[in-house]
């Protein structure tokens, strides 16, 4: 239930991690650590390489320089089934229904049992039963389908890429107290949003990103991002 | 997850979604039917000539068609960009190749059964040779059209055109089997050669590119 | 170093004056067709030039897919190119020469046939290059020149079976013809100079090809450096 030691070796070790795209520099030189058992928010503004940085995590994507290593691997479609990742676009197919979905996405992960997919759905607050395809959900649902999609083979690394946008403030707050039951369990959580409000009080260290860079990361961190800007964090 | 049982999931989850949609099979169809009833405008042959072109025709009409049907299938992994979420996972690419290489050939298959009756109406066919081969032919050369063409198809995702890139990398690569299609059809239709070797030909193209294929699609699936 | 570029280049075309004299004035002239003949001296090397190409191309490719080294893509991409030029010349100079001798402008004969293909095989790398969106590149068109090149042979024995089906006349005499001894030697000579033209050609479009990736990382490591705010 607790947060693991401190001592715990890091789940993620980034090392001077360099992304071009032709001649932009998405990340330009990224060192960090990230240890496990906690939720960190990445914020900041567009462009500023918080998607790139969860993709090349997620393993979609290679880096251009540097290294990184992952729940102890050198890449991360090693421990691909201890990876859950949440895209910014929902990664669902509108044809099939909720279950049909799910399921398909366990047999990726060798989860045979409908169950696990039911139980996931009803995490998140789906009835598992609905019939309706996807295409046919509101954001909120499609969002929510989404997350459990992420979490169904309860990875040990959860990696999410503005999982409220666009969505209703119920499930935006639904889905925020489902993420820390999660990082309760002992899960490592990266989180990418602009909605650094709706986490407060919920993550354990915000990340401030700028310019392909991490500018400054801390418990407070998203006070001093706000304060520069001049963006009110509002809820 | 072994590569059979991923292979078999996708292909059931594709089919599914093609049962409701009806997307690829509605487009085909009508894109095949539209050829023949142009080519037959265009030609108007005797019934021994008709012999000689229907070959050609055939494959053509195929051709294109089957060129539709690979675009769509991999248009449906792109909406969504859902194929983060195959390739985020830990199962094998080629099974997802296969899959889709699977599903494109009983798509297509299933064209080539519904049309050649209606080529054969319209140009008053009549097999001197021994109708099995044609199936054979029929099954090997659709298979080289498919296998290479969902490798292509996918390939041409990470470009820019890719309706035009498509056809414009596959059907250079696909002349040798093309010929062996359509000569195999045409000496079997006037009985007037064996087209063994072209089934052996179209065996061998096949089995090396259906391996290439296997071999190289990892390196594309994340080519990002 | 300097020096090898221009020095090659001279060589290059110093060999070339010569077996074109060699060619066009001193070999004998051909029985049947006439001093037509002659292009037979180009037509026959350019083709074995762009296979030339083509091999290393395909080796190229399969060291990118196995290396991802810059080189090895910007050989690739090179001698593409140049195989794709000499392959032009192929197809340009066979029809000069059956036009006057046979009549015809294109026989679908077997080895103008696979030329053909393979023209439109390597033309469509090229336009898989320019349209690969960004950094996938090199990747994709490796993947795709091995596809190409095994090919090759395949589209070699279809067409040849083809011909045997249904003949039709061939460009340059069918294979049983010889060379008279005078045009053998004429016609090694081209050889060897068209074949170092095509490796001179391949290997200053590799520099270029070169220099153009050592620009974009210039760039690249600039942005890096660079200032956010």
Redesign the interface.
Known sequence: MTAPAPSSPPVIVLEKLVKFFGRFAALRGISADFAPGRLYVIIGDNGAGKSTLLRIVAGLVEPSQGSFTLLGAKHPRQVAHRIGYMGHAPLLYDELSGMENLRYFAGLYGIRDDEISRQAMRMVGLDPNLSRRVGQYSQGMRQRLSLARAVLHNPELMLLDEPFSNVDARSAHDMTLVLGRVRDQGKTILLVTHQAALMEGIADEFVHMEAGQIVTRGPEAHRTAAAEFGTGTTR | MSTFTVTRATLAKDLRMEWRSKDAINSMLFFALLVVVIFSFAFNPTAEESRLIAGGLIWVAFLFAAVVALNQTWARELRNQVLDAYRVSPAPPNALFLAKAVGNFIFVAALEALMAPLFVVFYELRSVGPVWQLIVIALLGTWALVVNGTFFAALSLRTRSREIMLPLILFPISIPALLAMVDATTSILTGDASPDFWIKLLAVYDIVFTAVCLLLFETVLNAE | MKKLVPFSILATLAMLGLTSYLALAVAPTEATMGDVQRIFYYHVPSAWVAFLCFLVNFVASAIY?WKRSPASDALAAASAEVGVVFCSVVLLTGPIWARPVWGIWWTWDARLTTTL?LW??Y???L??RR??????TQ??AA??A???F??VP??Y???R??RT?HPSPVIGGGPGSGLAPAMAHVFLANLAAFTLMGILFMWLRYKLQMKEQAI?SA??QA??K?V??
């Open positions: 897919l293909v439109l095989i033309v469509s790398y336009v898989l349209f690969a969106a960004g950094g996938q990747a994709l993947a795709f091995i596809f190409g095994i090919d395949i589209v024995m279809s067409i079976w083809f089906q974009e760039h690249a942005a890096l660079g956010a705010q």
